[in-house]
């Protein structure tokens, strides 16, 4: 028996040294969703695909639902090498990389194709490339759809129907001068934390797109949602840059691939499950507000963008690439 042992730990740590020459890395990946939501279905694709276009020498074990912690955390962890992998929404990767920032100026992007066409031109390239210097080389871009207002007393219909209202943003400057400057009180909060805030009435309001409003529940207790859609943010597979600058040709190429096939199947679900979610709230008694004039809207965001290009002079030209991309 002890011989068996002895041989079995023999054998275990033969395979150890094995697995560590054979194996480029074992990588552990963030995500903030539940279960079934399109971003939860394609990481979880990431990481097949990647062991089989690495002929398994990446693994990639996923933690979903935030586990991990915050975003603002994982967005930290990720870029120190705490964790390898994250789906991060570029909202909170704003404040750490000025270049990704451009994209959650309030109504930056026409629509979500245009969102795809800038990220797949010029403009994307250089918001790459600013998020690889600060450590987070994204990989694919995911599609979040269009956040709108939504809150538990009211159908808004102009900046006036904000006025004093304590809405929950993400971490980041330039979604409280956005709530400011309709006249709100911005509130900047974890994800997870949204839930309790808005059925004990800590925040009047939140904004989001039509499957995190679902997912999340937040339907049940604020159930009045305006069609604003005053930010469209793309988000990323982001990879810490020094795993990824480690890796042979090969394998860089592996990942990328693995991470656009992830890209083009969770673009594909989010789709679909938008007009779910939609239906799956609207049936829950949610009163949907289109919102007839979005244009004082965007008009109040002047002060947002002045504010923006004060702090980044040199990224004006960026900005006006955007507006000029068709
Ligand atoms: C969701 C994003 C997620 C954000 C969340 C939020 O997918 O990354 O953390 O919104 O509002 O739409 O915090």
Not at 44 to 51: G, I, N, R, T, Y
């Amino acid at each position: 028996m002890f011989e068996n042992i002895t041989k079995s730990l023999i054998g275990a740590a033969a395979l150890a040294v094995i697995g560590v020459t054979a194996h480029a890395a074992d990588w552990r990946g963030w995500n903030i969703h539940v279960d079934g939501y399109p971003n939860t279905v394609a990481m979880d694709k990431f990481a097949e695909l990647l062991a089989d276009k690495t002929g398994g020498e990446i693994t990639l074990q996923m933690f979903h639902g935030g586990t991990l912690g915050s975003q603002p955390d994982a967005v930290e962890q990720v870029r120190a090498g705490a964790l390898e992998i994250g789906n991060f929404n570029l909202g909170p990767i704003g404040p750490i990389v000025a270049e990704a920032n451009v994209v959650s100026l309030p109504f930056i992007f026409k629509d979500v194709p245009h969102m795809f066409r800038v990220l797949d031109s010029e403009g994307g390239a250089a918001i790459a490339a600013g998020m690889a210097a600060k450590g987070l080389t994204p990989l694919a871009w995911y599609d979040a759809g269009a956040r709108s207002f939504y809150n538990g007393e009211k159908a808004i219909n102009t900046p006036a129907d904000v006025q004093g209202m304590k809405v929950r943003v993400m971490n980041n400057d330039l979604f409280t001068g956005m709530i400011a400057q309709l006249g709100g009180n911005p509130s900047p909060m974890a994800f997870a934390e949204v839930y309790q805030a808005l059925k004990t009435g800590v925040v009047d309001g939140a904004e989001n797109n039509w499957p995190s409003y679902e997912s999340t529940g937040h339907f049940e207790v604020a159930g009045f949602y305006s069609l604003s859609q005053h930010l469209i943010i793309p988000e990323c597979i982001c990879v810490n840059t020094d795993a990824f600058n480690a890796l042979s040709p090969e394998m860089q190429a592996a990942v990328s691939e693995a991470a656009q096939e992830s890209a083009l199947l969770q673009r594909e679900l989010w789709a679909a499950r938008e007009l779910a979610s939609r239906e799956a709230v609207e049936a829950g008694g949610v009163v949907v507000n289109e919102i007839a004039d979005k244009a004082p809207f965007q008009d109040a965001m002047g002060p947002v963008y002045e504010a923006y290009f004060e702090t980044n002079p040199d990224l004006r030209p960026l900005v006006e690439l955007i507006q000029a991309t068709e």
